[in-house]
C-alpha cells in the first residue's frame, strides 16, 4: 500500500469514526450538563464537599468557584512536585527548581501541559498520577463546564444562575471523562502502550551508549492526555516515544481521542438549544478549518525541497520512520488545533509554511475543534461576532439563537477576541526585545523568530505543544509562559461567564424570517471568513517575520 | 376605535405604493460650507468621543513631529495624508449636521416672537391682556383670531378654526382645529387662517413642539444608540488589537533587521484600523434621523428609528391605514318587484342631503353604475330636503308632486325599518334577508324606503356599502411579512367585517371592536413574547399604548397627549408611514454593517501593500506579497493611506442616503450585501491602491 493511500485511508477511518461517535456522545454530553438527578456516588461527594448540588449559582460565584478550584490545584500541584523526592514512589529524580515547578503546576492546571522539563527525568510515578493525571481530568472538565454556563446562556430566560460549577465538574469527570478513559486505557494497553510501575532500566543503545529508562503508569497517562486535549507526555519525546505510541494504530487512536470530545461538544450546544441544525453548522466550520490545515500540512511536508528532503522522498527531519508523512501532519495539525499540544513528531523541522500552519492553527485561538470545551466556546465568541456584523447587515438588532448582542454581550466578546492576541503578541514582543532572551533561540533569522512566537503562541493559547529549538527552562521563560498560560486560560473564561450571564439575563426574541438563519451554508461561510480575516489580520505582520519570511525565498 | 377624523386627502397611489428607500441629495455646496465645522471638530476633546479617529489624530501629530525632526517628502506626504484623513471623518458628520442645521434654521424663523392675548379670568370673563408668546405658561389661556400667529402649544378649548401648519409640515392645504376630540392639538408658531380659537398653552416656553423639532434636528440632542454602543466597543476592540499587533511589531522589526521609522508604524496602524467605518458611523447615525426628517417624522430619539428596524409586529388602524377613509356604496340590491334602475334613481335622491362621504360615494355611484346624473339640490325646487343627522341616521327628500307627496329616505337599516313600519308599511323578508347578508359579510347595510303619497311606506331595497382597501396594500403587507414582520389589524368594526377585511388586505390577524384597554393589552402580550411592537395613535386614549409600544408613531393631527407619549410623529399624519419607517430603521443598521465589513475586508489588500514594502530589504522573499506590483515602498505605503483617506470622502454619499434597501428575507440580504461589500471590500482597495500608486510614483521623492 503506497503511503498516499495509506494516508488517506487514515483520514476517511478517523473522519468515519468521529461522525459515528457525534450523535451518541454529544447528546450524553447534553444529558449530563441538563439533567436534574444525581448519581448515589455524586451525592456521597457532594455531601463530604458540603455542596448543594440542587442550587445554581450566579455567574460571579461560578467564576469564583473555576478560580478558586485552579488556585487550589496549582498549589498542590506545586507543593506535590516540590516535595516528590520525599514521598513514595519519586523514583530518587532530582528536585525540580521553583519557577520550573511553578510553570509545570500552572501548565497542568490551565490545560496547557507546556513541559519546559523532560518528563522521564523529572516526574517520579506519585506526581505523574496523583499529580498531573488528576489535572488532566479536571483542567478538561473545567472547560466544559465554563462552555456549559455559555450554552445555558443561550437556553435559560430570565434567571442569573448559570449552573453549578460543582455539579458540572463532577459530572463531567465521573460520567464522561472517567468511563471514556478506562475503556480506551485498555485499548491503548492491548495495542502495546505500557502500564506499570517500573523504575529506571539500564540499557545499552545500537550505537552502545548506555540510557535509562523509566517504566510507568503510561496507558492510563496516554489516555487522558489526549482525550482531554491535554498534551504533556510522560515521556520528553511525547508521542513519537514508543512507549507510548507504538503503532500505527494507536497513532490513529491517539488522534481520535484527542477530537473525539471537542467535536462532539457541537452536538451538545444543538441538543440543548433545542436545534440540532445550529451544532451542524458549527461542527461544519471546525471541520473545515481541521481538513484544510491537515491537508495543506500534507502537502507542504510532502514536498521536495531541500537536498536532504529530496534525498528522504519528503521533509522526514524530526518525523517518526514508523508514522511517515500523512500521519505525523494529520497528528500535527489535530493537535494544533485542539490545544492538546501532544506531539508525534517535531515542528521545528517541519517546512517553513508547514510549520508556519502549526503556529496559524493555535492562533485561530483553539477553535476548531479546540480544547474541551474551551474550544467550543472561542468558536461561540467568533460566532457571536460573525453574527453581530452580519446581523447589522439584515437590518435587526443582532441577535444569535434569540438573544441580543448589544453593548454588553459585545463588550465581552470583544475583551475575548483582545485577550489572546495581547498576551502573543506583548510576550513575544518583549522576548524579542531582550537580548538575552533571544539567545534561547537554537536558530537564528526568520526561524529563530518563529521558535519564539511558536512558544508564547501556544502558551497563551494553552496548546502546549512546543517548536522545540528553543531553551525554556529558564527563569525568564518559566514566569512569562506561565503568566502567558494563566491570563490566556483565564481572562477568556472571566468574559465567557459574564457574557453567560448578560444572555441568561435576557428575554429571548422569537425567530422570524427577518431574522438571521445561523444553520445554513451561508452562515458557516460567514464565519469561517470572519475567523480567517479576524485571527489573519492580527497574526500576519509577526507570521510575515516568521514563516512567511522563511518560505518565501 | 377613536379616530373620528377625515384624513387629510391623500393621493391614493402615492400612499399605498410600495415606497423604496430612496436616496438623499448631498449637495456640494454642503461640503464647502462644512469645512469650517470639520476642522473645529479636530478638538481632542471632541475626537476622544470617537476612539478609532482619535488613534488617527494622535498618529497624524506623530507625524507631524517625526517629519518636523526628519524631513523628507515621505514623511510629510504621509503626515498631510493622516490629517485629511481626520478632517474628511470630521466632514463625514459636519456634512450630516449640517443638513439638519439648515432645517432648523427654517423652523426658526417661525419662532417669532408672537404677542399674545392672554385671558385672564376664561371662561368666567373674556377680558384680556397682551404679554409676549415667551411669557406664557402651562395653563394659560389664549385667544387666537384669523391672521394670528398661535404663541404656544396647547388644546383648542373652545372654537374651530383651520390653522396654516405649513411652518412645520410643509404641507400648504389648511388643517381644521377644533375644541374636543382628537383635532384640538395646535402648534405654537402656525397660523390662524380662519374663526377664532381659545387655547390652553401645555408647554413651557423653551419647550415647545418647535424647540424640540430644532434640537432634534440639529442633532444636539443626539445620543449615542445602543447598537451604536455596541458597535463602537468592537470598533474600539479592533483598534487595540491593531495597535498592539503594531507596538509589537517594532523588537520584531529590529530583530530582523529592519527597524521601521514612526511614520511607517503609524501609517500601519492607521491603514489596519478601522477608519472607513469610524469615520463615518456618527454620519450614518444624523443620517438616518435626517431622512427620517425628510420623510416628515421626526424621532425623538435614534434609539427609537433603530427599534423600529427591530419591530415584529405592526399594529395599524384600519381607516385611513389599510382601507381609505371612508366606506363607499358598492352594490344596490333592490327588492323583490323593484328594478335596481328605480333603487339606483331612490338612493341617489335620498342622498343628495347627505353631505357624508358615505352619501356622496351612493350618488357617484348611481352615475358611474346607471348613468344618474346627480341633480343640485337647487334644481328640484319643489323639494324638502331631509338632511342626515347622527340621531336620525336617516337622510332623504320630500317631492311635492302632483300625485301626493313623495317621500324617500336612506339610512341605517334599523332605523330606516322603523321609519317604514310608523308609516304603515312592512318590510318584507326578502329585503331583511339582503340586510343579514350584506351584515355577514363585513359590509354595511343601508336601506332605501319611499311612500308615495297615502299609500304605505316601502322598502326598495338595499345600498351596501364596503370599506375600500387601499391598492397595493396586499403586496405590501406580502413584503413585511418576507422581512418576519406581522400586521395586526385595529378596527372598532363587529368581528365579522372585521374579519372580512383582514382577509381581503392580506393582514396576518386583526383586533375587532378594539378599546384602548384591548390595544394596551395585545401591545403587552406580544412584548411578554419577546416582540418589538410599532403602531400609530392620534387619540387621548392612545396615548397610553403609544407610549407602551417600542416604537408610538403619533399623528401630528392628534392631541397633544398623544404627541407626547409616542417617540415619533408624523407630521404628514399618514399612518402607512409606519411602514417606511421601519424600512429607514432597517436601513440604517444595514448601512452601519455594510461600511463596518467593508472596512475590515479593506486590510486584506492594505497588509498587501504594506508589508512587503516593510522588510522586502531584510527578506526578499516577501516582495512576492506585493501581487499589486507597487512601485517603490514609499509609494506602495503612501497609496495606501491616500486610499484609507479617499474611501471615507468618496463613502460620505453612501453614508447620508444609506446603502440600498429592498425588502425581503434576511438570507437573501445577507447574500447581497456580503456580496457587495465583503467581496467589494476585498477586491476594490487592490484596484484603488495600484491606481494611486500609478499616480504616487511619479512624485520625486516617492520613487
Known amino acids: ?553 | 376605535m377613536s379616530s373620528t377624523l377625515t384624513p387629510a386627502p391623500v393621493d391614493q397611489a402615492e400612499a399605498a405604493a410600495p415606497h423604496r428607500v430612496s436616496a438623499g441629495l448631498l449637495d456640494p455646496k454642503l461640503i464647502v460650507a462644512s469645512l469650517p465645522d470639520a476642522v473645529k471638530k479636530l478638538d481632542p476633546r471632541v475626537m476622544i468621543k470617537n476612539p478609532v479617529m482619535f488613534v488617527v489624530e494622535v498618529g497624524s501629530v506623530v507625524t507631524t513631529v517625526a517629519a518636523i525632526a526628519d524631513p523628507s517628502v515621505f514623511a510629510w506626504s504621509i503626515t498631510l495624508w493622516l490629517w485629511l484623513t481626520t478632517i474628511f471623518a470630521n466632514l463625514a458628520e459636519a456634512v450630516a449636521e449640517g443638513r439638519g442645521k439648515a432645517q432648523a434654521e427654517t423652523l426658526r424663523r417661525t419662532k417669532t416672537d408672537a404677542v399674545a392675548r392672554r385671558l385672564v379670568n376664561w371662561p368666567t370673563s373674556q377680558a384680556e391682556e397682551e404679554v409676549s408668546g415667551t411669557a406664557l405658561r402651562l395653563g394659560d389661556h389664549v385667544v387666537i383670531e384669523a391672521g394670528q400667529t398661535i404663541p404656544g402649544d396647547g388644546d383648542v378649548v373652545e372654537g374651530v378654526a383651520s390653522v396654516d401648519e405649513s411652518a412645520i409640515t410643509g404641507e400648504s392645504a389648511p388643517v381644521i382645529r377644533e375644541s374636543g376630540g382628537d383635532r384640538s392639538a395646535v402648534t405654537g408658531g402656525t397660523k390662524v387662517l380662519s374663526d377664532r380659537i381659545v387655547v390652553k398653552i401645555s408647554s413651557e416656553p423653551g419647550k415647545t413642539f418647535i424647540d424640540r423639532m430644532i434640537a432634534l434636528v440639529e442633532g444636539a440632542a443626539r445620543q449615542k444608540t445602543p447598537n451604536e454602543i455596541a458597535l463602537n466597543i468592537l470598533l474600539a476592540s479592533l483598534t487595540i488589537v491593531f495597535l498592539i499587533a503594531v507596538c509589537t511589531l517594532q523588537p520584531m522589526a529590529t530583530y530582523a533587521g529592519a527597524p521601521q521609522s514612526m511614520i511607517v508604524l503609524v501609517a500601519l496602524v492607521v491603514a489596519l484600523i478601522p477608519t472607513t467605518i469610524g469615520a463615518l458611523l456618527s454620519a450614518i447615525g444624523i443620517a438616518g434621523m435626517d431622512r427620517l426628517v425628510q420623510r416628515n417624522v421626526l424621532a425623538m430619539s435614534g434609539r427609537a428609528v433603530e427599534a423600529a428596524g427591530d419591530v415584529n409586529t405592526l399594529l395599524l388602524d384600519k381607516t385611513g391605514t389599510i382601507t381609505l377613509g371612508n366606506r363607499q356604496a358598492a352594490e344596490f340590491q333592490p327588492a323583490n318587484g323593484v328594478t335596481v334602475e328605480e333603487l339606483a334613481d331612490a338612493a341617489q335622491l335620498s342622498s343628495l342631503a347627505d353631505e357624508t362621504p358615505e352619501g356622496r360615494s351612493i350618488v357617484v355611484l348611481a352615475k358611474t353604475g346607471y348613468g344618474l346624473r346627480a341633480r343640485a339640490q337647487g334644481e328640484l325646487t319643489h323639494a324638502t330636503w331631509v338632511p342626515f343627522t347622527a340621531q336620525t341616521r336617516m337622510s332623504g327628500v320630500d317631492l311635492d308632486e302632483a300625485d301626493g307627496v313623495h317621500q324617500v329616505r336612506k339610512g341605517a337599516a334599523g332605523s330606516v325599518a322603523e321609519w317604514v313600519a310608523a308609516n304603515g308599511g312592512t318590510v318584507g323578508t326578502d329585503v331583511t334577508d339582503l340586510v343579514q347578508q350584506i351584515s355577514g359579510a363585513g359590509g354595511t347595510p343601508l336601506l332605501v324606503a319611499a311612500k308615495i303619497g297615502s299609500a304605505p311606506a316601502r322598502a326598495l331595497g338595499v345600498i351596501y356599502l364596503k370599506d375600500v382597501v387601499k391598492e397595493g396594500m396586499k403586496e405590501r403587507f406580502d413584503e413585511l411579512r418576507r422581512m418576519g414582520i406581522r400586521t395586526v389589524m385595529i378596527t372598532g368594526d363587529n368581528p365579522l367585517t372585521a374579519r372580512a377585511i383582514a382577509e381581503e388586505a392580506g393582514v396576518d390577524d386583526f383586533l375587532a371592536e378594539a378599546t384602548p384597554e384591548d390595544k394596551m393589552a395585545l401591545i403587552k402580550k406580544e412584548q411578554a413574547g419577546g416582540k418589538l411592537v410599532a403602531m400609530t395613535g392620534d387619540g387621548t386614549n392612545d396615548a397610553p399604548a403609544l407610549a407602551q409600544a417600542d416604537v408610538g408613531v403619533a399623528m401630528n393631527t392628534g392631541t397633544m397627549a398623544a404627541k407626547e407619549a409616542g417617540n415619533m410623529v408624523d407630521l404628514d399624519s399618514n399612518p402607512t408611514k409606519l411602514i417606511e419607517i421601519v424600512e429607514i430603521g432597517k436601513q440604517l443598521l444595514i448601512t452601519r454593517g455594510a461600511l463596518t465589513t467593508f472596512s475590515i475586508a479593506n486590510d486584506v489588500a492594505k497588509y498587501f501593500a504594506i508589508i512587503p514594502a516593510m522588510f522586502a530589504t531584510v527578506y526578499p522573499g516577501l516582495d512576492k506579497l506585493n501581487i499589486m506590483q507597487l512601485h517603490s515602498p514609499e509609494s506602495a505605503i503612501t497609496s495606501a493611506i491616500v486610499f484609507n483617506a479617499l474611501v471615507i470622502i468618496g463613502l460620505i454619499p453612501l453614508a447620508l442616503r444609506g446603502v440600498k434597501y429592498r425588502p425581503s428575507d434576511a438570507s437573501s440580504l445577507l447574500r447581497r450585501n456580503i456580496g457587495v461589500y465583503g467581496l467589494g471590500g476585498l477586491v476594490v482597495p487592490f484596484v484603488g491602491i495600484k491606481l494611486i500608486d500609478l499616480v504616487v510614483q511619479f512624485i520625486p521623492g516617492l520613487s
Not at chain 1, 523514583?91 to 500552572?106: C, D, K, R, S
Not at chain 1, 515521556?235 to 503503532?247: K, M
Not at chain 1, 529530496?310 to 518525523?319: I, L, P, S, T, V
Open chain 1, 1 to 553: 500500500m503506497s503511503s498516499t493511500l495509506a494516508g488517506w485511508l487514515q483520514a476517511v477511518a478517523l473522519v468515519g469514526a468521529l461522525a459515528l461517535c457525534y450523535r451518541p456522545l454529544g447528546d450524553h454530553i447534553a444529558k449530563l450538563l441538563t439533567s436534574a438527578s444525581h448519581l448515589r456516588v455524586e451525592r456521597g461527594l457532594y455531601k463530604v464537599v458540603g455542596v448543594d448540588a440542587d442550587a445554581d449559582q450566579r455567574w460571579p460565584v461560578y467564576l469564583r468557584s473555576v478560580l478558586a478550584f485552579s488556585a487550589v490545584s496549582v498549589l498542590f500541584l506545586y507543593g506535590l512536585i516540590r516535595l516528590q523526592n520525599h514521598l513514595l514512589l519519586g523514583l530518587g529524580v532530582p528536585e525540580m527548581p521553583a519557577h520550573q515547578a511553578w510553570n509545570t503546576a500552572i501548565s497542568f492546571t490551565t490545560n496547557t501541559n507546556w513541559q519546559s522539563y523532560s518528563g522521564e527525568a523529572a516526574m517520579g510515578h506519585l506526581v505523574q498520577m496523583a499529580g498531573l493525571a488528576v489535572q488532566n481530568f479536571v483542567s478538561a472538565a473545567v472547560g466544559i463546564a465554563v462552555v456549559a454556563t455559555l450554552i445555558r446562556g443561550f437556553t435559560r430566560n430570565r434567571t442569573d444562575r448559570v449552573g453549578n460549577f460543582w455539579v458540572d465538574l463532577t459530572r463531567i469527570v465521573l460520567r464522561l471523562l472517567l468511563p471514556l478513559s478506562i475503556v480506551f486505557a485498555l485499548v491503548l494497553v492491548a495495542s502495546g502502550t505500557i502500564q506499570n510501575f517500573h523504575g529506571f532500566h539500564e540499557l545499552t543503545t545500537l550505537a552502545g551508549d548506555p540510557q535509562s529508562i523509566p517504566g510507568g503508569p503510561v496507558a492510563s497517562q496516554e489516555v487522558i492526555k489526549e482525550l482531554g486535549t491535554n498534551g504533556g507526555g510522560f515521556y520528553n519525546a511525547n508521542s513519537a516515544h514508543p512507549f507510548e505510541n507504538p503503532n500505527g494504530f494507536t497513532n490513529l487512536l491517539e488522534i481520535f481521542l484527542l477530537l473525539l470530545i471537542p467535536f462532539a461538544l457541537p452536538r451538545a450546544f444543538g441538543k440543548m438549544v433545542g436545534d440540532h441544525r445550529q451544532g451542524y453548522a458549527i461542527v461544519a466550520v471546525m471541520g473545515l478549518f481541521w481538513v484544510a490545515s491537515a491537508a495543506l500540512i500534507t502537502f507542504f511536508e510532502a514536498q521536495h525541497a531541500g537536498t536532504a528532503a529530496q534525498a528522504a522522498g519528503a521533509a522526514m527531519e524530526g518525523k517518526e520512520q514508523r508514522f511517515g508523512i500523512a500521519a505525523s501532519s494529520l497528528f500535527a495539525a489535530s493537535t494544533t488545533l485542539t490545544s492538546t499540544g501532544a506531539v508525534n513528531s517535531f515542528h521545528d523541522s517541519y517546512s517553513p509554511f508547514g510549520g508556519g500552519l502549526t503556529i496559524f492553527n493555535m492562533m485561530l485561538g483553539e477553535i476548531a475543534p479546540g480544547g474541551t470545551g474551551s474550544g467550543l466556546y472561542g468558536m461561540l465568541i467568533l460566532a457571536i461576532v460573525a453574527v453581530f456584523v452580519a446581523g447589522l447587515m439584515v437590518g435587526r438588532t443582532p441577535e444569535y439563537l434569540g438573544k441580543k448582542l448589544g453593548g454588553r454581550e459585545m463588550k465581552f466578546a470583544s475583551l475575548y477576541i483582545l485577550t489572546t492576541p495581547t498576551i502573543v503578541l506583548v510576550g513575544t514582543g518583549i522576548a524579542m526585545g531582550l537580548p538575552g532572551e533571544r539567545a534561547g533561540m537554537l536558530n537564528s533569522g526568520a526561524h529563530g523568530f518563529s521558535e519564539v512566537l511558536y512558544a508564547f503562541t501556544s502558551a497563551a493559547n494553552n496548546n502546549g505543544s512546543a517548536f522545540g529549538g528553543i531553551t525554556v527552562n529558564t527563569d525568564w521563560y518559566d514566569t512569562a509562559l506561565g503568566l502567558a498560560m494563566v491570563f490566556g486560560r483565564f481572562l477568556p473564561m472571566v468574559f465567557v461567564l459574564a457574557l453567560a450571564g448578560a444572555l441568561a439575563r435576557q428575554q429571548p426574541v422569537p425567530a422570524t424570517p427577518g431574522t438571521l438563519p445561523t444553520h445554513k451554508p451561508l452562515f458557516v461561510g460567514l464565519l469561517s471568513g470572519v475567523i480567517l480575516i479576524v485571527v489573519g489580520l492580527t497574526y500576519f505582520p509577526a507570521l510575515a517575520l516568521g514563516p512567511i519570511a522563511e518560505g518565501l525565498h
